[in-house]
C-alpha cells in the first residue's frame, strides 16, 4: 500500500466550520486567542463593542503613541479575522483610547504525519509505503488547540482527510471517525486506528484540515 506523505498537512487556516460547529467555538475570552479565517467569532467578552475601534502596534506588541493599524469594530457578536486585514499583523490587539489588550491573532499552522505502528516507521518523501496488513495511525502538530481554551469549549476540531484509489474519500478507517476530531494539545496522536489490510493496495493521499469557525474555507493554505 503507497501512502504519500503530505510534509505540511493542509490545515486550510481557516477553521472550517464544520456543519456540527459547536457554539463554545467560538466565544472568545479576554486575552484569548484567535486564528485567521476564523468567521461568526463571539467577541464581546474581550471588552469589543460595536464602534469601538482596535489598534495593533507591530509586530512586537509594544505600546507606542501612534498604532500602525486601526481598525473600527462592527459587530462583535459575528467577527471574522481577515486573513487580508490581520494577516501581517498577528500579535495583541488593543481597544483605543485606553489601549487595553482584548486578545491575540495567530496564523494557524497544521501537519500531519502518518505512522506505521507495527513497525514503528513514520511516512517521509523518502519511505512512501506501508506493508499491507501493518496498522497505521496519525500524528498532527498544530498550534490551533488554543481552541480549546475558550469556554465551553471541546477542543478544536481536525478532520483527517485520506484519499485513496480511485479517487475515494474515507470518514472513517475502521470504525475510527476522522472528522472533527476534537484536539487539546500538541501533538495529537490516534495510535494505531487503520488496520491496512482491509484496504486496497495503492496510492492513499492524507491531509488535515482544521474544522472550526470556517477557518479553512476563509484561509485555503497548505500548512495553514
Do not use: H
Request: proline share 8%.
Amino acid at each position: 500500500m503507497r501512502i504519500p506523505k503530505v510534509p505540511g498537512v493542509i490545515l486550510l487556516l481557516g477553521i472550517l466550520s464544520a456543519p456540527a460547529c459547536l457554539a463554545a467555538e467560538n466565544t472568545v475570552p479576554l486575552a484569548g486567542t484567535v486564528f485567521l479565517g476564523e468567521q461568526g467569532l463571539d467577541m464581546t467578552a474581550t471588552g469589543v463593542t460595536s464602534g469601538s475601534q482596535i489598534v495593533w502596534f507591530g509586530p512586537g506588541g509594544s505600546i507606542s503613541s501612534v498604532p500602525a493599524a486601526t481598525l473600527t469594530v462592527d459587530n462583535p457578536s459575528d467577527f471574522y479575522i481577515s486573513p487580508v486585514l490581520f494577516g501581517d499583523r498577528t500579535g495583541p490587539w488593543f481597544i483605543a483610547p485606553g489601549n487595553s489588550l482584548a486578545f491575540y491573532v495567530q496564523d494557524p499552522l497544521i501537519e500531519i504525519r502518518v505512522i506505521d505502528e507495527t513497525r514503528s516507521f513514520q511516512i517521509t518523501k523518502d519511505v512512501t509505503w506501508i506493508p499491507k496488513g501493518d496498522v497505521a495511525g496519525f500524528r498532527i502538530d498544530t498550534n490551533v488547540y488554543e481552541i480549546a481554551k475558550r469556554p465551553g469549549s471541546p477542543g478544536a476540531p481536525v478532520t483527517i482527510r485520506i484519499r485513496g484509489p480511485g479517487g475515494i474519500e474515507y470518514s472513517s478507517v475502521d470504525g475510527y471517525q476522522l472528522e472533527d476530531i476534537m484536539i487539546s494539545g500538541s501533538p495529537f496522536q490516534t495510535g494505531g486506528v487503520w488496520f491496512t489490510g482491509d484496504y486496497e493496495s495503492g496510492t492513499y493521499t492524507v491531509w488535515a484540515e482544521s474544522t472550526g469557525n470556517d477557518m479553512n474555507l476563509n484561509y485555503k493554505r497548505e500548512g495553514k
